[in-house]
Antibody
Framework: EVQLVQSGAEVKKPGESLKISCKGSGYSFTTYWIGWVRQMPGKGLEWMGVIYPGDSDTTYSPSFQGQVTISADKSISTAYLQWNSLKASDSAMYYC??????????????WGQGTLVSVSS | ESVLTQSPGTLSLSPGERATLSCRASQSVSGSYIAWYQQKHGQAPRLLIYGASSRATGIPDRFSGSGSGTDFTLTITRLEPEDFAVYYCQQYSSSWRTFGQGTKVEIK
């Protein structure tokens, strides 16, 4: 069974750093793209970027380029989303999602349960 | 970057009725690289349709997708109680993907 299990909720202060994780199981982690999606409270979905764990090839949305870092450790089948200096506006639910293989790899067929990040002074 | 505009914002229907959701792109979406997702309150999104018209694994056949170019449609032929949710379209024809703003299907 394919599963993506994300790390738990985080409460942070502005300016702090944070790294959240997404562990894949039940499939070949290195051969499927993993993406990250932000959902701010009461709002829609925003695509942040994707990584191919096999070679760490990464693409970011222009809106998130330079604001976050996406990485992966294939030895432990885990993808990460990282901030160096959080802002209150980073408060949101963050989802990781596995993308379909092949030509339709832009679509995400399995999703993590989400990690809620709260940033407040 | 293709901007996706979904309409209507909210659709008020009764169980058993037909739902038609629209997703319009600001630029032609090559390869019909459009996906549709369903999101229920407090849950992660679920993939319904990819490639504009292919149902994802386990998705009931009352869900169907169609369209090409800039205009795409998700149709739910007979609404079941569990179908009341928010629906998002997504394009993946460009290197970075974008979502529409969502359509809420609510019980009338």
């Amino acid at each position: 069974e394919v599963q993506l299990v994300q790390s738990g909720a985080e409460v942070k202060k502005p300016g702090e750093s944070l790294k959240i994780s997404c562990k894949g199981s039940g499939y070949s982690f290195t051969t499927y793209w993993i993406g990250w999606v932000r959902q701010m409270p009461g709002k829609g979905l925003e695509w942040m970027g994707v990584i191919y764990p096999g070679d760490s090839d990464t693409t970011y949305s222009p809106s998130f380029q330079g604001q976050v870092t996406i990485s992966a450790d294939k030895s432990i089948s885990t993808a990460y989303l990282q901030w160096n200096s959080l802002k209150a506006s980073d408060s949101a639910m963050y989802y990781c999602a596995r993308h379909i293989s092949g030509v339709h790899r832009g679509a995400a067929d399995y999703w993590g349960q989400g990690t809620l990040v709260s940033v407040s002074s | 970057e293709s901007v996706l505009t979904q309409s209507p914002g909210t659709l008020s229907l009764s169980p058993g009725e037909r739902a038609t959701l629209s997703c319009r792109a600001s630029q032609s979406v090559s390869g019909s690289y459009i996906a549709w997702y369903q999101q229920k309150h407090g849950q992660a999104p679920r993939l319904l349709i990819y490639g504009a018209s292919s149902r994802a694994t386990g998705i009931p056949d009352r869900f169907s997708g169609s369209g090409s170019g800039t205009d795409f449609t998700l149709t739910i032929t007979r609404l079941e109680p569990e179908d009341f949710a928010v629906y998002y379209c997504q394009q993946y024809s460009s290197s970075w993907r974008t979502f529409g703003q969502g359509t809420k299907v609510e019980i009338k």
